[in-house]
């Protein structure tokens, strides 16, 4: 089993003894220790490496007796807390204590240990849940706020979770960023006061700051040594996660939903249940906990975790809203001819009465445009299937304009409060559909059961959503229900999302939200991919990419080939750079191909080939990250190795030039030292082999030294570039 509740569990109040009871929660990676005496607060004793039990059994609370797992305001002396609530009466204090602990299995295989709380007087309860996996490291966290009396109470905190970490050397890892530049990665000491990480938009959470940390307990953070622990908050809406550095020896973490504007008024008999924080622990640095995140959301978090993608052609950046039948009938032979496997439609294909041919119109009105596709839809998924690939289409569903025929019929459906015209977004004229209503979830969900009802050769589907919540007010939510806006939209959401992943458990569904704006694992277990950025710039991209692998898997990460010059940066980079960039996330292209020379459709042709050869090890490999572009050295180097160590893949790229410049050689990771591996280079550009290709080096050579990669590509002179990258294949012997 992998939960152990060492000394009691599934066990009532009255059968515990009056001495101390230790909860062990372990998985293969971590311990956590909870002491959970009854008729006592909820102690937290230990998260950290693995522990026997006679390590458990050892531990006392000496040092942190007085931190509570899940800390409640009122009686004590003024700390940050996890929740804190007004009673009917008007009392605002909290005093739960251990009624009893419960361990059950989920349809999951997971076990969940829940410890059960009531307060001493008042009749609200407080569960504290962990899961932990069989075949994972993660150990998630949350909570069930209960009232059990006859009158609302209302939550004015309600965290997910809380860890105490202790003080010394913590660094905290954090991702930050804004549209077309999503996470970047900042790096900086803990020091006292508070630090603040959140998201008030409720809709698209990861445009700015990411919900998800690491704290490094080791002074500066590293790659693969040091102990790290990860965090993330699993929730797609607004956030708040807070780090504490108080008088005490700790760093006190809470992370939950943003209460800000959204207090809830928990009515009697009602259970409030929190989204999950998910916490990993590696002493193999910030790399052994990005890989747990990644083994863990590939088998439990993301759909089709384990199942490897599709190459495909995009069309948003090739004709942007000009979509017609022929250029689409174009683009699919193109992709087809270049061996990808799945041409989608983006944004510009319906509207009847207000064409979409700009961003100021016709969400809601997901009617094809038979001006534009004569032969509708069916018609492109019958030309996809007769070039041998699949079909996807782009649509926005949670949204409407103020031109459109949905709006003029339902204005009550967006999200607006009373008295007031709504302000409008992207376009000009772009609205929220109100999720809280059961009519829009309707709504929502039939634009999906339509589409793929009439359709069923669609096997793709791009759910973006182009708006933040704006205009706070539900026109379906009663008056004293106001501040439960954003809870019930994800409620809602969930909902609709439930409801099509039961019927249609196969399509692939990616979340893009302007970009980056949902790579989040609130918003994962219905979604097989996110976006990662509207920003295509390869050089860019290693930046993005780097943040976002510290906890999402690369089979999660859209990576597109994309024009140059690029068209959000301009920049001009070489077609060698962005295919060795695109092709180590989820490969695809996000290109016009008629404007492609008929060299690089070749080099795309041959970059595909190779990728459907490593593509298991690129999304479904051990990630190691081997050299910083933050660290400034002019180079950005990782690394996926299969878990059996049989393959790998490297990329090493040249992220800026000097002349006369010296670049590091970067040992690699995570190979087996005592086998041989064969060097192959792949998307070679070079008029010659490099000196090592097809030589066999062992393992500990390859992590000890790394291979002497040259700074420039041996081309002939009118082809070189101020651009270098390598991608190396590695075969176990
Ligand atoms: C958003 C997405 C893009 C594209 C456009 C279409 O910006 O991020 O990829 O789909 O919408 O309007």
């Known amino acids: ?79 940050e807390t996890a929740m804190s609530v007004t009673h009917p009466d008007g009392n605002m204090t909290l005093d739960p204590v251990v009624r009893s602990v419960e361990t059950s299995k989920d349809a999951d295989g997971a076990t969940v240990i829940t410890v059960r709380m009531t307060d001493r007087v008042y009749p609200f309860g407080i569960n504290v849940n962990y899961r932990t996996y069989p075949d994972a490291g993660v150990i998630e966290t949350w909570v ?61 959470n990861t445009h700015t700051a990411h919900p998800e940390v690491m704290f490094s307990l080791d002074g500066r953070p590293r790659e693969n040594e040091g102990r790290v622990i990860g965090a993330a908050l699993e929730y797609p809406g607004n956030y708040r996660l807070r780090i504490d550095t108080d008088d005490s020896d700790y760093h006190h973490f809470f992370a939950g939903i943003n209460e800000d504007n959204s207090a809830y008024t928990l009515a009697k008999g009602e259970t409030f249940t929190t989204p999950a924080l998910a916490l990993a622990y590696s002493q193999e640095g910030k790399g052994g906990v990005s890989r747990q995140f990644h083994n863990w959301a590939r088998r439990h978090r993301l759909a089709h975790g384990t199942e490897t993608r599709k190459i495909l052609l995009n069309s948003w950046e090739g004709v942007y809203f ?8 174009a683009m699919i032979d ?3 001819s270049m061996g990808g496997e799945l041409f989608v439609m983006d944004d510009g294909w319906f509207g009847v009465k207000y ?50 025929e949905l709006y003029e019929a339902h204005p009550e459906y967006i999200i607006k409060p009373s008295n007031r015209e709504p302000v409008q977004g992207r376009g ?33 589907i791009k759910w973006d959503s182009n708006a933040p919540v704006m205009n706070h007010g539900s026109q379906y939510l009663p008056a004293n229900r106001q501040s439960h806006l954003q809870h019930e939209y994800w409620r809602g959401f969930s909902k609709v999302m439930d409801r099509i992943r039961a019927k249609y458990p196969d399509v692939t569904i990616q979340a893009c939200a302007s970009g980056g704006g949902r790579a989040n694992y609130g918003i994962l277990p219905w ?64 290109i016009q191909p008629k404007n492609m020379t008929d060299e690089e ?84 550009v070079d008029n010659t082999p490099l000196p090592f290709e097809g030589k066999t080096f062992t393992g500990r050579y390859l992590m000890d030294n790394g291979l002497e990669i040259p700074y420039t590509n041996n081309v002939d002179y009118h082809k070189r570039t101020d651009y270098s990258s390598r991608v190396l294949r590695l075969d176990r012997k």
Not at 322 to 329: C, F, K, T, V, Y
Not at 370 to 389: E, F, Y
Not at 545 to 567: C, D, E, K, L, R
């Open 1 to 79: 089993m992998n939960c152990k509740p060492i000394l009691f569990a599934a066990v009532a109040l009255a059968a515990i003894p009056a001495s101390a009871e230790k909860i062990h929660i372990s998985t293969s990676e971590a311990s956590m220790v909870l002491d959970a005496e009854a008729g006592r607060p909820l102690h937290f004793v230990y998260f950290g490496a693995p522990l026997g039990t006679a390590d458990v059994e050892a531990l006392d609370n000496s040092g942190s007796r007085y931190l509570k797992a899940y800390p409640v305001y009122g009686l004590e002396a003024a700390r």
């Open 144 to 204: 069930d706020a209960v009232n059990n009396g006859k009158k609302d109470v209302e939550l004015r905190e309600f965290a997910s979770g809380y860890l105490p970490v202790r003080s010394g050397d913590v660094y905290l890892t954090s991702f930050y960023g804004s549209w077309a530049n999503e996470a970047r990665m900042e790096e900086e000491p803990l020091t006292h006061g508070m630090k603040i990480i959140k998201n008030k938009d409720g809709l698209r």
């Open 322 to 329: 000009d979509i017609n039948e022929q250029g689409m009938h």
């Open 334 to 336: 193109d992709i087809a």
């Open 355 to 404: 064409p979409r041919n700009n961003d100021s119109s016709s969400l809601g009105d997901w009617t094809v445009d038979t001006r534009k596709l004569p032969k509708g839809i069916g018609n492109l998924v019958d030309k996809a299937r007769s070039a041998g690939i699949d079909f996807g289409i782009w649509i926005e569903p949670e949204m409407t304009n103020s031109v459109s």
């Open 428 to 460: 000009g004229t772009q609205l929220v559909l109100d999720l809280a209503n059961p009519k829009v979830q309707e709504l929502v969900f039939e634009v999906v059961d339509t589409l793929l009802t009439k359709y069923p050769g669609i096997d793709y």
């Open 527 to 590: 979604f097989d991919e996110f976006w990662v950025s509207d920003n295509t710039d390869a050089l860019q991209r290693v930046f993005m990419q780097w943040g976002t692998s510290h906890f999402f898997p690369a089979v999660a990460m859209g990576s597109h080939i994309s024009a140059t010059p690029n068209h959000q940066t301009f920049r001009t980079i070489p077609m060698k750079f962005r295919i060795d960039v695109a092709m180590s996330g989820r490969l695809g292209m996000e």
């Open 601 to 684: 459709k070749a080099m795309c042709r041959g970059a595909i080939a190779q990728y459907k050869e490593i593509r298991p090890v690129v999304q479904q490999g051990d990630l190691y990250r081997l050299l910083s572009p933050y660290d400034g050295k002019g180079l950005a180097s990782l690394m996926y190795v299969t878990p059996g160590k049989e393959q790998a893949v490297f990329y090493w790229w040249k992220i800026e030039t000097f002349a006369d410049q010296h670049l590091p050689r970067v040992p690699m990771a995570g190979l087996d030292p005592d086998a041989l591996y064969t060097v192959t280079e792949l998307n070679r």
